[in-house]
């Protein structure tokens, strides 16, 4: 059984409220590679950059046919 989905952010969103918003946190849901790849587009078409990308991803990953 895979890890509840929220438990690796929970951490990351502790530190971010000790950091009060000097670090921007996005989660992007579903965890799928094309919801990653439209969010990106999206957030970079606003000018916002990201330092650190965490693609989290439990199961299979098959190359598509």
Known sequence: RDPEPDLAQ???????KKLRSRML???VRPGSRGEL???LQLRASQRVEFNLVHF???GRI???E
């Open 56 to 58: 989290d991803l439990h």
């Open 10 to 16: 929970w951490p990351l969103m502790r530190f971010q």
């Open 62 to 64: 098959m190359r598509d």
């Open 25 to 27: 946190l996005e989660v």
């Open 37 to 39: 790849e439209r969010h």
